[in-house]
Each structure stands twice: as C-alpha cells, then as structure tokens.
C-alpha cells in the first residue's frame, strides 16, 4: 500500500521506523500481542496524548505520593456507548468526566487516572486517536493525569469498536465526609443543572431513531464545582452524579443508603423545552434520562442558600435549583408535588429505558 | 412546551377540582372506568386521583395492549425465535411481558433469539429488507391505534415483492372488550363492580370515530366520554361523566374534539379492512375467550401470516395461580388486592402483565400511587 515509502531512494536513516498510518489503518490482532505493534500504538496514540512523567518511566504501573495524613478514594468506571461520538462527546471524554465525577462525588479531588482499552479488530486508527486525544483534553482540563493504562484488542464481531474502562484515585481534604448514608430528615436537596441532556443527545443520534435537535451532551467534570461547593460548605453530606438512570433513581439510591424519604418539587426541576419535547415524544420521563455533567447534592437546610450561591457561581452550575428536601420515611419512598397538584412516588428505574448511553 | 403545557395546568386543574367537588353529589357514590392505558398512566403519574372527591372512583380497565396478551401468544413468537430462526420484531414493552418456562422476549434474547426492539412495523420491515437471507415476523400487538400501520406495513411488503416479512397478528377491538365488560355477571348481574360511566379512548378513537360507543351507550345505559391522554383531559371528562349520572343521561360525548370526530379516520379504517378481518374468537389475559374481539389477516394476504408460514400452534396457558391479574383487568380487583403486588411480583420480576407496561393498572400504581397503601410522614 504504501510501497512508495519504503522506496524514496537513498538509505533510510538509522532506528526509523514507519509511523502508523492514522488516515488509513486499522486495529489488527497484531496491535493486542504485546509486541512490536502493539508497543507503536501504545507511543504513538497514547503516550503522544497523554504524555506525562509517570507514562515517561515506562514502569507497568504508576508509583504515586500521597499527601501525608489525607484519605485515598478509588472509583472505577466501564464505558461501552454507542454511537462512540455524539453531540458535545465522545467516548473519550465521557471515559475520564465519568470516573473523575464518581472520584469527586466522594468529596475527593481527583488526581490519577488508568485507562483500559478494549480494542476490536477492525477498529479504525483515526477514531482512536480522536477519542484519545478528547480524552487527553478531557484530564488536562480537569486537572487528573492518565498514569498507566492496558489494550487489548478482540476479533472482530467481538467487541463494539472501543470499549474504555478508567479507574480513577484522589485525595479527601481533613474534615470531609461525603456520603449517600448521610442524608438527613430537614435537608434540602439541590440539582445544579438541567437533566437529561445527555441521554436524549446520544438517542438522537441513534440509527433507528435518528431526529434533529439541538440538544449537546451536558458531558463535562465536576471536580471544580464540587471543590467550590464544598469550600462553601464543608459539612456537605452528599453528593451524586445523576447517571444512569437520571435523577430519579439516584434519589432512590441515596434515600435507601441513608434510610430517609424524599419530596421533590416537579416545579423546581430544570430541563431544557427541547428536552421535554423530545422525552414527550418518545415517551421518557426526564427525570429517568441519564446526564453526565450534572450533580445532585443534599445539605443542611441552613447552609442551602450559600451552597446554592456557590454553585450558580461556577459554569457548571449556572442553572442550579432547590429541588426538595429530605424527609422522614421508613419505606424511603421518594415522592414528588407534580406540577399538575397531585403527588406520586418517583420510583426506581424499572428494566433499561435507553440502552448504552454511557 | 405548547400545545402539552396548556393541557398539564395545575391552576385550571384545581378550578375543575372545585367544580367537581361542588357538582359530584355527596349522597351517593361514582364509579368510572377509563378503558385505556393511556388513561391509567395519566392519572397516576399526575397525581389526578388525589384531585378527585373521596367519593369519586376511577376503575382501570384493560385497555393496555401488552397487559391483555395471553401468555400463549407470546410463547408462539419465543418459539419462531427459538425454534424457527426467525428475526422476531416487536415494540419494547412486549419484550418483558412473562410468558411460559419463566421466559420473555428479554429471555429469549438472552438465550440466543434473535429479537430485536422496533419503534415501528415500518421498521420491521427495513429489517426484513436488510436481512434478505433470514425470515423477519412482525409480533404485532395493540388495539387499533397500532393496526393500520401494521396493515400498512403488509400492503408495502406485498408491493415490493418481499419473501421473508410476515406478521403474527394479535391486534384486539375496543368496543367488543368493552361490551364483554358490561356483559360480564360482576357488572350486569351481581352489580358487584359498579360502573357508572367510561372514559373513551383517545388515540383508539382518532382512528375508529366515536359512532362505536354509541350501541353500548344506549344499549346498557352507560354514558361515555372520549377523552385525551393529557391529565386536564381526564379531570374534564370526569366533570362531564359526573354531569350525565347526575342529570340521567347517557351519551356519547367528547372531550377529544381536538383530534376526534364521528367517523374517525377512514381512511385508516379502510386500509385496515383490506387487509384484516375478525377472527370468530380470540383469548384475552384476563377475560379469556372474546368473540369477535381480534383481527386476523385475510386469505388473500396469506403469505404475510406468520400464523400459515410457520407451524406454531397457538395453546393457552393458565395464569400464575396466585396472580390477580384477570379481576384487575375486569375491574373486580384492585392492584392492592392482589397477594404478590409489590413483593414477589413487581416491575423488575413481573409474574402478572399487568406489572409489565407502566399502562398497565399494577405497575402504575407499583410506580407512581404505592404511597397512598401506607401513612408516610413529610417534614
């Protein structure tokens, strides 16, 4: 194919060796055996995007400091959406947002990240490379480094182009503790953006389903906002990322895990009109639909102004709303005034509303 | 959003509230069933019933397409995908309606059929287009808000000469299932359930008209309003429901003006007519044998049945003993009577299919109503 390379007449200078060919080449099983191949793809897709001095060591693994008496938090996530680019993302970038959110909800700052690659066979070089750079712009901005990482590459039929698993670690400031069980009766409970973004920008662009909107994935870290709220409060009891499932479901998860009860407010809960109409059209209810640049937070009732203020302060939480508050209930029913008058329970996610989106 | 907003108002929702705790009478009570599923899921999710007077009852009937699917039937499309090869096609909630050995569509998936989700019997057909070398079937369930365009669907597949596309028909009638309602000796003879009026389909109604209602109006004394999915449709409905009792009447009306009229979509109908005709009785979970209650497809159209293509014999099979799923559907039971509601039987293992759809009578109230079952305190 690229026979004219080999033949520019004259020597080939010393130690070359013929990059990859982004535009046109593609992931064979060579790239997975540990050799030659799969050394190339490591430096020249990988270490290109990620560069750093802990990747420069070429150990197998990263030897990281920790800061003297402060509390390590590991969390770790697997990411198989499709399609792999949507609007406002990709897989890449949902890859690091993802874990450095689920490092951060801990109250933690993140700092180091792994990233694991299942590659499938076939799988062409330039979206790779894409996706590694978005990832590699993705830890810049959120001030994480990518310190060791894995590939392994499936024959085809046996994957679904890329498949990123990330595991993240950070460090817990003294006098933090953030958790799902520590949701009060009294506290008030407070979203920081609109939902459902996520979920309806990635269906959009489903092959079956595919409809025009404006609608961008709200992807994004969180890191910041959560650093800035928590400066703001640092009895902050809990914080979640509204993923899978959405809001509704994770309020479930963290009234069970504290042992409260809930009632929302569908008045105070932000989403987007072309959000609605697109949930409304398909059937969804928002509050089920998956984000990924969201948070949920639960704090003490007198400390839910100056949190609410930190938060509409940051970008990431311009739009951020009191939603409801935490009440008592031995059954952990989360329940919501509907906009209409009435009342009912917002339950749990019942089987899968949207397949891979995340 | 317009155009839904308008009809999601809680102010013009509260004025009608007053109105109907003015208009209902206090000495005596009103039962209303809203037929379809479009219907329960409004009321639930919109908290209606908690806006109605004490003495205002909504039944929930059994028109949930998924919920009424005898078990039979959804083993006849787990067999083709088994046993036959074929790519079965279907809408999503049919996919974890229980049928036999524990399975569903979902399980069957899992155990190697290949079954795929579609939004339309359009798509099904781009699948059986796509797949030449394979047998595509349509699952076609629903009432006849989702039978013209799987008649569609035929009619197009037969234009283009496809070899490999057929459908399993299960489409089912409104106003045969609802006389079988008022037929029934809990309504008619022993008066133990007492309907006092129905609230009409919306979308069924757009394609059918409202002229159907009239036999049974007149017929068994019950007025009918047809009525829209939104949730100030229903309180409306109500109102006027609360309105005929009360001056003895027993009309067809409608509240749908917006989208319904008398005759209903004809040219619907009569695609559907070319290509269907009533199968002499059909089983519905539930209410058992219905005559004249489904459509089948008509000779000339034979190729397009799976039903004749495939040899997959239709056999019933019995309920889950302990399930309650027949009463509820008739209007005999509520949800909360029913042994297993919530506990073995819920959404993520329904037993019952009526715990499948959120139309469905048990998985709205599992979803949206539980609270009401048991006092909770509110800060």
């Not at chain 2, 799987?150 to 459908?167: C, D, H, M, P, W």
Request: aromatic fraction near 6%; charged fraction near 20%.
């Amino acid at each position: 194919m690229n026979a004219r390379d080999d033949s520019k007449g004259g020597t080939v200078r010393a130690g070359y060796v013929r990059p990859l060919d982004i535009r046109n080449g593609r992931i064979d099983m060579g790239h997975g055996a540990g050799g030659r191949a799969a050394s190339q793809l490591i430096e020249e897709i990988f270490l290109a995007a990620f560069d750093n001095p802990f990747l420069r060591q070429g150990n197998d693994g990263a030897s990281l400091a920790i800061p003297q008496g402060s509390r390590l938090v590991m969390a770790t996530d697997a990411h198989v959406i499709s399609p792999l680019f949507f609007p406002g993302g990709d897989i890449g970038a949902l890859s690091v947002h993802g874990t450095v959110n689920d490092v951060a909800m801990m109250g933690a700052t993140p700092l180091w990240l792994s990233a694991s690659f299942i590659l499938e066979e076939g799988f062409p070089l330039a979206d790779l490379k894409r996706i590694v750079q978005s990832m590699a712009a993705a830890a810049r901005e959120a001030g994480v480094a990518v310190v060791t990482g894995d590939t392994k590459v499936v024959e085809q039929g046996k994957g679904d182009g890329v498949f990123i698993s990330t595991t993240g670690v950070g460090v817990v400031p003294h006098g933090i503790d953030v958790s799902g069980a520590n949701a009060r009766p009294g506290d008030v409970i407070l979203l920081s953006g609109t939902v459902g973004d996520h979920g309806v920008a990635v269906l959009s662009q489903r092959e079956s389903l595919e409809f025009e909107t404006t609608i961008v994935s709200d992807t994004a870290a969180l890191n910041g906002l959560v650093a800035d709220m928590l400066a703001a409060c640092p009895a902050l009891r809990t914080l979640r990322d509204p993923t899978r499932g959405g809001v509704a479901t994770t309020l479930n998860e963290i009234a069970r895990q504290s042992g409260v009860g809930m009632l929302l407010d569908e008045a105070a809960i932000p989403v987007k009109p072309e959000v609605d109409a697109a949930c409304e059209l398909l059937g969804l209810d928002p509050l089920y639909v998956a984000n990924e640049g969201k948070l949920l937070a639960i704090v003490p009732a007198d400390q839910a102004d100056s949190v609410l203020a930190a938060m509409r302060a940051h970008p990431r939480g311009a739009d951020a709303a009191r939603i409801g508050v935490v009440t008592e209930d031995p059954h952990h029913f989360v329940q919501m005034n509907t906009r209409f008058g009435g009342r009912r329970v917002v339950d749990w996610l019942s089987g899968e509303q949207l397949p891979r989106i995340c | 959003m317009k155009y839904i907003d308008e009809f999601r108002d809680g102010d013009v929702a509260r004025r009608i509230a007053d109105r109907l705790a003015t208009e209902a009478r206090g000495d005596r009570a009103y039962s209303f069933m809203e037929f379809c599923g479009g219907h329960t899921h409004a009321i639930s999710r919109y908290g209606v019933s908690e806006l109605l007077p004490a003495n205002v009852r909504m039944i929930h009937g059994p028109g949930c397409p998924v919920c009424v699917l005898p078990i039979g039937r959804v083993d006849m499309a787990i067999r083709l995908a088994l046993e036959h090869d074929v790519i079965v096609c279907t809408y999503g909630d049919t996919m974890r309606v229980p049928a036999s050995d524990q399975l569903s569509l979902t399980k069957a998936k899992a155990r190697g059929g290949d079954i795929r989700m579609v939004y339309s019997a359009a798509d099904a057909l781009t699948v059986a287009r796509d797949n030449p070398e394979r047998q595509v079937v349509f699952f076609a369930i629903g009432f006849e808000t989702t039978t013209p365009p799987t008649a569609l669907a035929i009619l197009r597949a037969q234009r283009e000469g496809l070899k490999n596309f057929s459908v399993l028909c299960c489409h089912v009638l409104t106003p045969s299932a609802i006389t079988h309602i008022l037929e029934s000796p809990e309504v008619r003879q022993y008066g133990t359930v007492p309907i006092d009026g129905f609230i009409g389909p919306a979308h069924v109604s757009i394609v059918i008209g409202a002229a159907p209602y009239e036999h049974f109006a007149e017929e068994y004394r019950k007025p009918v309003v047809i009525a829209g999915f939104e949730p100030l449709d229903v309180m409306q409905a109500i109102l006027m429901l609360v309105r005929q009792v009360n001056e003895g009447r027993a009309h067809v009306e409608n509240e749908f003006t917006r989208a319904v009229d008398r005759d209903g979509n004809l040219a619907a109908q009569q695609k559907v007519s070319e290509v269907f005709e009533l199968r002499p009785s059909f089983e519905w979970r539930g209410l058992g044998e219905v005559p004249y209650s489904a459509l089948k497809i008509r000779p000339a159209f034979a190729e397009f049945d799976a039903e004749r293509r495939f040899d997959v014999g239709y056999t019933p099979v019995a309920d889950n003993k302990a399930c309650e799923c027949g009463a509820i559907l008739r209007g005999v039971k509520k949800p909360t009577d029913c042994k297993i509601f919530g506990t073995v039987c819920t959404p993520e293992n329904p037993i019952g299919s009526c715990m499948v759809s959120s139309e469905g009578a048990c998985a709205a109230h599992y979803a949206y109503g539980r609270f009401k079952d048991i006092p909770v305190v509110t800060a």
